[in-house]
């Protein structure tokens, strides 16, 4: 007795129907119809696009172990629809195996930093392994990621402590050239200074003396009978109680001891003059 069975197929999806175990047709989107018993409905493929997350622990050349995450976006073939079905039982773990083969090859010629640099190569490499094999099977791989590459905790401390080394020497670096920069230019601001202070010493002492000399000449002229001398140990004798006055209107000056002599003038003008022979 032949009953008409009714069934639905999601868009992006195609159904598998048999007559007496053997393949008779693919079953399009939409309401379907199978006569039983002879004619059955025993799958259903997929057109979207799946992911696989794959896992792979290995070893890098400098014998770091570390587990790599690998992501395989694939999708059925419309044109082998045939093929995906029934040329493989489970396709995941081909999938998985071809990962493992391509990563566990690749990794042991790697060393642990250069991994970490080489991951779209290990992609590229992944994908063009999956794509020449799973062609065959109806499948088509969209893309493989590396999505991470995860070492031992103790590795990873470690190689923060190195890359925290790293980042602190070339900090006392920068630190200590700042410090030398600094000195440098405080050393050149003095001397500058300096340079600049005498030549202001100079100037106001060439002043001085300019002006000495213009008293001089201009007393001399104006007042008769006076000489050279005289009019030096006036000028000495009027320095010399501007100083005094000077002294004296300090605020901290409290006393003050004046060496006093008849002679003073002639005293201190000999001084004078005995220092500039001795220079």
Known sequence: MCIPCCFTISTAEVGVIERCGKFNRMAQPGLGL????????????????????????SKTLDNVFL??????????????????FYALTNPHQQITAHVYDVIRSELPTLELDAVFEAKEDLALAVKSALT?????????????????????QRVKSAMNEINSSKR??????????????????????????????????????????????????????NVTGTSHKDVMDLVLLTQYFDCI?????SRNCKTIFVPASKNMGDEMRNSLLQVHDVR
């Open 34 to 57: 199978v006569v039983c018993p002879y004619e059955q409905l025993v799958g259903r493929l997929s057109y979207r696009v799946q992911q696989l997350d794959v896992r792979v622990e």
């Open 67 to 84: 587990v790599a995450a690998v992501s395989v976006q694939y999708q059925v073939l419309r044109e082998k629809a045939y093929e995906a």
């Open 132 to 152: 020449e094999t799973m062609t065959n099977y109806g499948y088509q791989i969209m893309q493989t990621l590396i999505t991470d590459l995860d070492p031992d």
């Open 168 to 221: 602190l020497k070339f900090a006392i670096a920068e630190k200590a050239e700042g410090d030398k920069i600094l000195l440098v230019k405080s050393a050149e601001a003095e001397a500058e200074a300096k340079y600049l202070s005498g030549v202001g010493v100079a100037k106001q002492r060439k002043a001085i003396v300019d002006g000495l000399k213009a008293s001089i000449v201009g007393f001399s002229d």
């Open 245 to 249: 006055r000077d002294v004296g209107s």
